[in-house]
């Protein structure tokens, strides 16, 4: 257990409609961040967030976004959905050094 | 961040050390090499980073050439919860992670 919690587990729902996925970093982390897994891309870095702020941002379409609250949960918004974004969402915490960076088990997402 | 190579799969028998390689020839003098691994659709998981020195914890230890150049990763006695893909990954201060395509091994019983 690496103390990354992410909900939902598992998300089923329609093209066109829009979902947020949740995360709650380890205690005392102030950087998260975001990857996405689909079968044909692997790993890929959507996002980070370090104490509320926009850290840096990689390969994030315009109909995702993201934030961080005061409590340092973040959430990761996927609007107008498209098959294509069924994948495994992952969020990840680290400390303020930054040096190991932590996941949680994900988030499947399937777009029907 | 510098780029890694690594085998596209590789087998071990159970029990036996597994070594994993990993070549980042173009690696700069501040950047960490870092081994994380996933078990199939877990999140990926933490094993072990190093900048220059070898390191050993619990799970594996890491060998990094003189030249830093390339490095091991070793698992000291596979088990077949070790089946998994593991990545090599270099990386500069607090940045991302970025994740390559890894190695596949197969702890075979």
């Known amino acids: 257990d690496s103390g990354v919690t992410q909900t939902p587990k598992h998300l089923i729902t329609a093209t066109g409609q829009r979902v947020t996925l949740r995360c709650s970093p380890r205690?005392?982390?102030?950087?998260v961040y975001w990857y996405q897994q689909s079968l044909d891309q692997g790993l890929q870095f959507l996002i980070q967030?370090?104490?509320?702020?926009?850290?840096a941002k990689g390969n994030i379409l315009e109909r995702f976004s993201a934030q961080q609250f005061p409590d340092l949960h973040s959430e990761l918004n996927l609007s107008s959905l498209e098959l294509g974004d069924s994948a495994l969402y992952f969020c990840?915490?680290?400390?303020?050094?930054?040096?190991?960076?932590?996941f949680g088990e994900g988030s499947w997402l399937t777009v029907v | 961040d510098a780029k890694t190579t690594q085998p596209t799969s590789m087998d071990c028998a159970e029990g036996r050390a597994a070594n994993l390689p990993c070549n980042h020839s173009?690696?700069?003098?501040?950047?960490?090499v870092y081994w994380y691994r996933q078990i199939h659709s877990q999140g990926p998981q933490y094993i072990i980073h190093?900048?220059?020195n070898n390191e050993t914890n619990e799970m594996a230890s890491l060998i990094i050439t003189e030249d830093r150049k390339s490095s091991t990763l070793i698992l000291p006695h596979a088990t077949l919860r070790d089946t998994a893909v593991y990545y090599c990954?270099?990386?500069?201060?607090?940045?991302?992670?970025?994740f390559g395509t890894g190695t596949r091994l197969t702890v075979i019983p």
């Open positions: 990840a915490s680290s400390t303020v050094s930054g040096n190991t960076i932590y």
């Open positions: 205690s005392g982390d102030l950087s």
């Open positions: 967030y370090y104490n509320g702020e926009e850290r």
């Open positions: 173009t690696i700069s003098g501040n950047e960490y």
């Open positions: 190093g900048l220059k």
């Open positions: 990954i270099v990386r500069g201060g607090a940045n991302n992670l970025f």
